[in-house]
């Protein structure tokens, strides 16, 4: 006898009755105790009960993006078959929220518990779970993002409990990726972040562990920026991995297989790019965290052809270049003269160095070669140069230095020579900016810039501590991972984070909601410029560069629109221009409890005088 069978017994002979009909009890009697899971545990994107499976769709609890938990009313629980399948309270979204804070605050005792829990909640929940991110962004962006998820992604495969997201493995479905996309629910998705694990934050090579960053970046989309669960996909292209500890890892999740490279890597690459563009031709594609040779290649293949952008070289080039343009107002020194030394030529780096040369190209109307003048380049050989005698790949060519420069390798020395305005660390090695380099960059500039951006905060190539005992509280400061604020002789001293976490959002939300054919540079330099005028002028003279996170959806709306409006003037936005894009950008931001935005029920004003009628 099956175990549905045993129960059937069991529940007509309670009754009285005969046996209970497959259909009439379908909503409360599992097929089969085996196939049944429970919310919130793996397989509940698919159908659990075979029955269930007959009839395509399952109780509306199991499917994280509808589910609502204790918050359906008891009406709701008639209409969609729950009675029974919940506890008798009908619970406010605040109070559901109220108990994961609870638990958050008084179960966990690592960032990474915390971490664990919040994904339990996004793959049961997804509504409560971007509730309580939303509520207390400034507490959980570092445990969902930037640093935990860094943790989270070097034990991704001993803390896994669910997909959350596509995996696209090379292995078993080249050539089948495409099909793939069917098979998730969702059928209109707007944004995509893709990783192959290649390098992911400053922690080299994790394979398919890379698949927190996706998901990571997703929940600040939406949270963030505002998309709706529903039109987000965190995705990985499992590419194999070179990572000799993983590979002997029993329970590592990915291919046990080399890591792809050149044209295989490419080829993988492009399949993934084209079935996307096949299924949903308007969706946003952020590459993430590839190494830089292929992230670079990757870029130039698409960003004169599909709606992408790569986030470290873009994403980061643009939230450096808004605390660039904020800390040379605080240091007083005109943007068009400020010498910048980069540690690290790697993609993020070059990503910085060409937007910021790309502002100055703007603001002095000079021409490129003139703008890279002020751009000095280290790599671990000593200043990136064309006279050094290595033959240098070709990001680094476009940075490199082709002046008389000398051959210097020590950054105290480096810093000497060039007399710097600002110092930008994206090595992704840790500590490398010591006592003498700092006092160095305070012999030449009143107010240094010192910048450490590797992630996580163990990569980061200097602590804010040191940098504000070391510069006798003078640097302005900021970093990728967060510091907590520093008291040097009894003022406090608040760190920024110069995090892409403040451009991808708005910049997605914005290039998908005017429609954009493609993002180009000049709407990243749009975005730097959004988020450098939200600081105030009096916060700029204190040192404070960047806002707080706790601004985020504000700041992304003002980036979207940033962005949208360089979209229009561009000539790449697909929609009709709106009398208000602040307004049309900030009607269409989803908050957790709310419909989805429904455009019939919209009366926006169109420039060109139609009204009310918009996709
Ligand atoms: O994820 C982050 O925090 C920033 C980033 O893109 C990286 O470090 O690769
Ligand atoms: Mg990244």
Redesign the pocket.
């Known amino acids: 006898m099956t175990v549905a069978e045993a129960v059937k017994e069991t529940v007509s002979s309670l009754a009285g009755q005969t046996p209970v009909t497959e259909s009439a009890e379908r909503s409360s009697t599992p097929a089969s105790a085996k196939d049944v899971t429970k919310p919130g545990a793996p397989g509940t994107r698919t159908k659990a009960l075979e029955n269930v499976e007959e009839e395509g769709s399952a109780p509306v609890i199991w499917i994280p993006v509808l589910n609502k938990g204790t918050s359906f009313t008891l009406e709701e629980r008639k209409e969609k078959r729950l009675e029974g399948l919940l506890p008798p309270a009908v619970e406010s979204l605040q109070l559901q929220a109220d108990r994961v804070l609870l638990q958050l605050k008084e179960d966990c005792d690592t960032p990474l518990q915390q971490y664990e829990l919040l994904a339990q909640v996004a793959a049961s929940n997804e509504t409560l779970f971007y509730k309580v991110l939303i509520d207390n962004i400034t507490m959980l962006a570092p445990v969902v993002?930037?640093p935990t998820v860094g943790e989270a992604c070097q034990k991704f495969d001993r803390i896994y409990r669910q997909a959350l997201g596509m995996y696209f493995d090379h292995v078993h479905y080249k050539g089948r990726f495409r099909q793939l996309l069917d098979h998730w629910p969702s059928h209109n998705v707007q944004i995509i972040v893709v990783t192959d694990g290649g390098r992911i934050?400053?922690l080299g090579d994790l394979g398919t562990n890379g698949m927190g960053?996706p998901i990571g970046k997703i929940s600040l989309y939406v949270s963030g920026g505002g998309f709706h669960p529903e039109h987000s996909l965190p995705a990985q292209l499992d590419c194999g991995t070179d990572n000799e500890e993983l590979l002997k890892d029993r329970f590592y999740l990915g291919n046990k297989v080399p890591r792809l490279k050149g044209e295989a890597h490419m080829a993988v690459v492009d399949e993934f790019v084209m079935a996307v563009k096949d299924k949903w031709p308007d969706c946003l594609i952020q590459f993430?965290?590839f190494q830089t040779d292929q992230a670079f290649k990757i870029l130039e293949a698409y960003r004169d052809k599909v709606l992408c952008f790569n986030?470290?070289i873009q994403?980061?080039g643009a939230v450096v270049t808004s605390g660039f343009i904020n800390g040379m107002k605080a240091q007083g020194t005109p943007i068009a003269e400020a010498r910048v030394v980069f540690y690290g030529a790697g993609s993020?780096a070059v990503g910085v160095a060409s937007m910021i040369a790309l502002l100055l190209q703007q603001e002095g109307g000079t021409s490129k070669e003139e703008a890279f003048k002020n751009i000095y380049m280290v790599d671990s050989k000593g200043l990136v140069t064309t006279s050094r005698g290595d033959e240098l790949p070709e990001h680094k060519q476009v940075v490199a230095r082709r002046d008389d420069v000398p051959n210097i390798k020590d950054l105290k020395e480096i810093i000497a020579h060039v007399k710097p305005h600002a110092l930008i660390g994206l090595t992704g090695a840790g500590p490398s900016f010591d006592k003498d380099v700092v006092e160095e960059m305070c012999k030449h500039v009143e107010r240094p810039l010192i910048f450490p951006l590797s992630?996580p905060t163990s990569k980061a190539e200097i602590t804010a501590e040191h940098a504000y005992e070391w510069s006798g509280g003078k640097a302005i400061f900021a970093s990728?991972?967060p510091f907590d604020p520093y008291k040097y002789q009894g003022k406090v001293l608040e760190p920024g984070q110069a995090?892409?976490?403040f451009i991808f959002p708005g910049v997605g939300f914005g290039a998908v909601m005017v429609k954009s054919r493609t993002i180009q540079d000049e709407m990243l330099i749009a975005a730097a410029k959004g988020l450098a005028d939200y600081v105030s002028p009096e916060d700029i003279k204190k040192g404070k560069i960047y806002p707080d996170l706790g601004e985020l959806r504000d700041i992304s709306a003002v980036v979207a629109t940033a962005v949208g409006e360089e979209a229009f003037r561009l000539g790449l936005a697909g929609i009709p221009k709106p009398q208000d894009l602040g307004k049309f950008i900030r009607s269409r931001m989803w908050l957790p409890g709310q419909p989805k935005f429904d455009p019939a029920k919209s009366n926006m004003q169109y420039e060109n005088g139609t009204a009310g009628v918009e996709e």
């Open positions: 993002y930037t934050l400053g960053i993430e965290d986030d470290d994403g980061t993020s992630n990728g991972s995090n892409n976490v």
